[in-house]
């Protein structure tokens, strides 16, 4: 498959050159050049089908020639060797819980993913390539532990000082070998403008060869569709009119949903939902596109003020407001809006939900609310225990910690903190 340059300035490239550069030389988002629906014969057999098997047969028209067949089916197989299970609340709203990888968190899949496709096409080459990732939170442990110890790849993150929580800060600080963690005095926005201006650097993409894990890197972006699959073969039997509410950041997850229905996945709407960093709530209100410095709330992983995969998103609607509004609903919600609701899916359902679950749990209710008879489906998108004081403190019950957890949380931080471009530029090139 060939993807081109959503800026339209840059050549097409293969599904390798767009994984390697991560963005392209014009600053666009790679996006592929077709996308085939899958036969009936494939969404008819879903019931016999493994995950495995359904994510290679998802995924194959992206990646083939250059990742062969033998070596994509060994790279879902080992992607997901952890379950997905999707949890009912009631008639109308389930869970699918995404967090059962080795760092809890949905990031696990795409980063996984894209290490090993990235330690397949390094296989034969002696040329290192530096991954550089910004992360609001979660990313930076996802991708941290999905690359340790692929050879030829070296891994700088970039994170938020003071705002991801302590158990994500482990997480990435704590892996030692090939990763490298930066703490920024700024915010994520500062974080992922300093990773833009690296990759447009001449100076530095001459010395080195430089790629995102971000889920602007298409393939860290594209396994995320695999969730939406997975979680329609355990409904379909049951529900009709399934929608799936996406607790929304970057929009990389809710994008990966809507290319899942572009392959023919019979699914009704999608809600994006969003906390107090709000563009797209407030772009289907107003039709007016206006990014904002992000604002810090108890669902972090959340607070980006430009998302920078909506432009995908606007590419699937061929820039078409009508359309989009028809498939898409967004709804925002206040810290203390998501505070009541983990509180209440305790109480009401005995499960314990973390802050972005919990915005996703606030949009399924909203729309259900004008939309009856839909079955909505929140991702649940990290483990509650990242968010323990937060969670802990609502709840006010004290949660045991799982063993991917309690592994780091002993373990010594190692940083090195930057503050400015240049900093980052300086330890790049050292
Ligand atoms: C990254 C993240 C999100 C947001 O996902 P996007 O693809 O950036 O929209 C939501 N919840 C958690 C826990 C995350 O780590």
Same mark, same amino acid.
């Not at 809507?258 to 709000?278: K, T, W, Y």
């Given at each position: 498959?060939?993807?081109?340059?959503?800026?339209?300035?840059?050549?097409?490239?293969?599904?390798?050159?767009?994984?390697?550069?991560?963005?392209?030389?014009?600053? +666009?988002?790679?996006?592929?050049?077709?996308?085939?629906?899958?036969?009936?014969?494939?969404?008819?057999?879903?019931?016999?089908?493994?995950?495995?098997?359904?994510?290679?047969?998802?995924?194959?028209?992206?990646?083939?020639?250059?990742?062969?067949?033998?070596?994509?089916?060994?790279?879902?197989?080992?992607?997901?060797?952890?379950?997905?299970?999707?949890?009912?609340?009631?008639?109308?709203?389930?869970?699918?819980?995404?967090?059962?990888?080795?760092?809890?968190?949905?990031?696990?899949?795409?980063?996984?993913?894209?290490?090993?496709?990235?330690?397949?096409?390094?296989?034969?080459?002696?040329? @290192?390539?530096?991954?550089?990732?910004?992360?609001?939170?979660?990313?930076?442990?996802?991708?941290?532990?999905?690359?340790?110890?692929?050879?030829?790849?070296?891994?700088?993150?970039?994170?938020?000082? +003071?705002?991801?929580?302590?158990?994500?800060?482990?997480?990435?600080?704590?892996?030692?070998?090939?990763?490298?963690?930066? @703490?920024?005095?700024?915010?994520?926005?500062?974080?992922?403008?300093?990773?833009?201006?690296?990759?447009? %650097?001449? %100076?530095?993409?001459?010395?080195?060869?430089?790629?995102?894990?971000?889920?602007?890197?298409?393939?860290?972006?594209?396994?995320?569709?695999?969730?939406?699959?997975?979680?329609?073969?355990?409904?379909?039997?049951?529900?009709?009119?399934?929608?799936?509410?996406?607790?929304?950041?970057?929009?990389?997850?809710?994008?990966?949903?809507?290319?899942?229905?572009?392959?023919?996945?019979?699914?009704?709407?999608?809600?994006?939902?969003?906390?107090?960093?709000?563009?797209?709530?407030?772009?289907?209100?107003?039709?007016?596109?206006?990014?904002?410095?992000?604002?810090?709330?108890?669902?972090?992983?959340?607070?980006? +003020?430009?998302?920078?995969?909506?432009?995908?998103?606007?590419?699937?609607?061929?820039?078409?407001?009508?359309?989009?509004?028809?498939?898409?609903?967004?709804?925002?919600?206040?810290?203390?809006?998501?505070? @009541?609701?983990?509180?209440?899916?305790?109480?009401?359902?005995?499960?314990?939900?973390?802050?972005?679950?919990?915005?996703?749990?606030?949009?399924?209710?909203?729309?259900?609310?004008?939309?009856?008879?839909?079955?909505?489906?929140?991702?649940?998108?990290?483990?509650?225990?990242?968010?323990?004081?937060?969670?802990?403190?609502?709840?006010?019950?004290?949660?045991?910690?799982?063993?991917?957890?309690?592994?780091?949380?002993?373990?010594?931080?190692?940083?090195?903190?930057?503050?400015?471009?240049?900093?980052?530029? +300086?330890?790049?090139?050292?």
């Amino acid at each position: 498959m060939n993807y081109y340059s959503l800026n339209k300035k840059a050549k097409s490239e293969s599904f390798r050159n767009a994984v390697i550069k991560g963005l392209a030389p014009d600053k +666009g988002l790679y996006f592929p050049e077709s996308i085939t629906p899958l036969p009936s014969s494939f969404w008819d057999n879903l019931d016999n089908l493994s995950n495995s098997e359904i994510a290679y047969e998802a995924i194959k028209q992206f990646v083939f020639p250059e990742i062969p067949e033998n070596v994509l089916k060994s790279i879902v197989a080992e992607t997901l060797s952890f379950d997905f299970p999707l949890v009912p609340l009631n008639d109308n709203i389930s869970s699918l819980e995404l967090f059962h990888g080795p760092t809890m968190a949905f990031k696990d899949v795409g980063a996984r993913f894209m290490a090993r496709c990235l330690g397949y096409f390094n296989e034969n080459n002696t040329n @290192e390539v530096t991954v550089l990732v910004a992360t609001s939170g979660d990313t930076g442990g996802a991708v941290a532990n999905g690359f340790l110890g692929v050879k030829g790849v070296n891994v700088v993150i970039l994170y938020p000082s +003071g705002k991801v929580s302590d158990i994500q800060e482990k997480q990435l600080t704590t892996l030692g070998q090939n990763i490298k963690a930066l @703490e920024v005095d700024g915010t994520f926005d500062d974080c992922q403008a300093m990773v833009k201006t690296a990759f447009l %650097d001449t %100076d530095l993409t001459s010395h080195m060869q430089l790629t995102s894990a971000n889920s602007i890197n298409v393939a860290r972006w594209l396994p995320q569709l695999f969730y939406f699959i997975f979680a329609y073969k355990q409904l379909h039997n049951q529900h009709k009119n399934i929608v799936f509410s996406v607790p929304s950041g970057n929009f990389g997850n809710i994008c990966a949903g809507m290319m899942a229905q572009q392959l023919g996945l019979p699914i009704e709407h999608f809600v994006a939902s969003n906390n107090e960093n709000n563009v797209v709530t407030r772009f289907l209100l107003t039709q007016l596109y206006q990014p904002k410095p992000s604002v810090q709330t108890i669902s972090n992983a959340m607070d980006v +003020g430009s998302p920078s995969n909506f432009i995908r998103i606007q590419e699937i609607y061929k820039n078409n407001f009508e359309s989009l509004k028809e498939n898409l609903s967004s709804y925002s919600f206040s810290d203390k809006e998501t505070r @009541e609701a983990l509180l209440e899916i305790y109480n009401n359902y005995n499960y314990v939900a973390d802050p972005h679950g919990a915005v996703g749990y606030l949009g399924c209710k909203s729309y259900l609310d004008q939309n009856p008879n839909a079955h909505c489906v929140f991702l649940e998108t990290a483990h509650p225990t990242k968010f323990l004081n937060v969670v802990e403190d609502i709840i006010n019950e004290e949660q045991p910690l799982p063993k991917q957890i309690q592994s780091v949380m002993g373990k010594q931080k190692v940083s090195v903190k930057i503050s400015t471009y240049e900093d980052l530029k +300086g330890f790049l090139l050292n």
